[in-house]
């Protein structure tokens, strides 16, 4: 068969290291594929002179990219303006495009699923979620025999890692985000990892997969980690949870709920003991049951790897070209979502205070699981305090928060009130 002409748009991390696969293994893909990979054009705003590109011809003009001896354009600039157009022109002249963009999924997919699917071209995207796990093929092929009704997971390795070094090493959110820069986890500014978007958007992506539907990206609940503080680690500890940046989605007959936040995760389930950078995609088939994949989720190497997955699928004639979503799905938002809760409550060291917060609780109805009260935890101020730590049984969302801003309002809590929801996993998950 012929080559399949591959076209490179962006020489960064990834891009760089797509490169090397192709050039390194030709041999091993040509024997999967059934057809040489060629990588016969680079295009960057970014020289890289250190890049082999073997014989490819390079240059600076994403537009170079629209030429007869490419075949499928690898989107791998990033953000949404630049990346959008190189995606449109090559769908637009019959070129297939793998992009690892979630960003651009995320707020354009449809256009772009849309788009392909006059033209009659595919669209790879295993590497816009999750770096290295297969999920994207896991859902779309692996469990076809199935009804998915449920998707959840740790999909941002930024956050993970800053979760873990607070556990394990005790460090607080500003040195664990630190050390993530440092280690080039985390980017200068990291507010797309910490305060949850990435995460959204490769919720989004997922929860539409999943569930073949087109899902809003502005309906998903989002949460960063910003606000967990090192107490909050230690506490649900105690309590035998871990907590984990989680994002949730399940099917309702009405909509999808859709959120990512912070969660404690019981230390019974598998998930709560996937660390570091590494990603976690769980989901939940009416013939096969709970699922669970593990694997790094970011990085060049990871991510290079998912991207060139599909190139071989493609060569294979296997990626499929996109077709309409089977319907609309509305975001519920997360008002109707019935968890348990942490509550961590700033309470001034007299007698009386606990009783007033039990009374809170009981007239909204909620109850309480577990609590935590030590003298030895008292902090000085203009009047001794110490935090009180529940956990609730399931309550409804709206009923919990109606019931926090009322215990605010206590003559004896002082200071601003933690709340953390806890995941029920269960139906979800196997036990460790």
């Known amino acids: 068969m012929a080559p399949l002409r591959v076209g490179l748009a ?42 082999d590109l073997g014989s490819a011809t ?13 075949d499928v354009v690898v989107e791998l600039i990033g953000g949404e303006t630049a990346a959008r157009a190189v995606v449109a022109t090559a769908i637009g002249g019959g070129r297939h495009v793998v992009t690892a963009n979630k960003a651009l999924l995320a707020a354009h997919g449809d256009e772009i699923f849309a788009a392909a699917n ?3 071209v595919s669209v790879g995207f295993e590497a816009s979620v999750a770096g290295g796990i297969p999920i994207v093929n896991a859902l779309r092929t692996g469990l076809a025999a199935n009804r998915l009704d449920a998707i ?16 394990e090493e005790g460090q607080d959110f500003a040195a664990a985000l630190a050390e993530a820069q440092r280690l080039g986890y985390a980017e200068a500014d990291p507010t797309f990892d910490v305060e949850g978007i990435d995460a959204a958007q490769k919720l989004a992506i997922l929860a539409a997969l999943a569930f073949d539907a087109t899902i809003d990206f502005d309906g998903v609940h989002v949460e960063g980690i910003s606000g967990i503080d090192i107490e909050d680690i230690r506490y649900a500890r105690e309590l035998g949870f871990s907590i984990k940046h989680l994002g949730l989605a399940r099917l309702h007959d009405d909509g999808v709920e859709a959120r990512v936040h912070p969660a404690l995760v019981p230390e019974s389930v598998l998930i709560s003991k996937v660390s570091d950078v590494m990603n976690a995609v769980m989901a939940h088939g009416d013939a096969v049951g709970p699922t ?20 071989v699928e493609l060569a294979r004639g296997t990626l499929p ?38 009374d809170v609780l009981s007239r909204h109805e909620v109850s309480i699981e577990a609590v935590i009260q030590r003298p030895q935890a008292i902090r000085t101020g203009d009047e001794p305090w110490v935090p009180i730590i529940i956990v609730t049984d399931e309550a409804p969302e709206t009923v919990v928060r109606d019931c926090v801003a009322e215990l605010a309002n206590l003559g004896g809590v002082t200071g601003e ?16």
């Open 10 to 51: 962006g020489l960064g991390t990834v891009g760089g290291t797509v490169a090397r696969l192709l050039l390194e293994n030709a041999a091993l893909f040509e024997r999967r594929a059934g057809r040489r990979l060629d990588l016969t054009r680079v295009a960057s705003r970014t020289p890289k002179p250190e890049v």
């Open 292 to 311: 669970l994949y593990v694997g790094p989720g970011a990085g060049g190497m990871p991510t290079a790897s998912a991207v060139v997955a599909d190139l």
């Open 152 to 167: 959840a997971g740790i999909v941002n390795g930024t956050s993970n890692y800053i979760l873990t070094a607070m556990e």
């Open 417 to 432: 009130i933690a709340r953390i929801r806890v995941a029920d996993l269960s139906a979800m998950m196997p036990p460790s």
């Open 321 to 358: 070209v996109p077709r309409a979503a089977k319907r609309r799905l509305p975001g519920l938002g997360i008002g109707g979502v019935v968890c348990a809760h942490y509550l961590k409550i700033p309470a001034i060291d007299q007698p009386g205070v606990f009783a007033e917060v039990a």
């Open 58 to 70: 390079f240059d600076t003009d994403l537009a170079s990219l629209d030429t007869g001896d490419v």
């Open 118 to 120: 006059r033209r009659g």
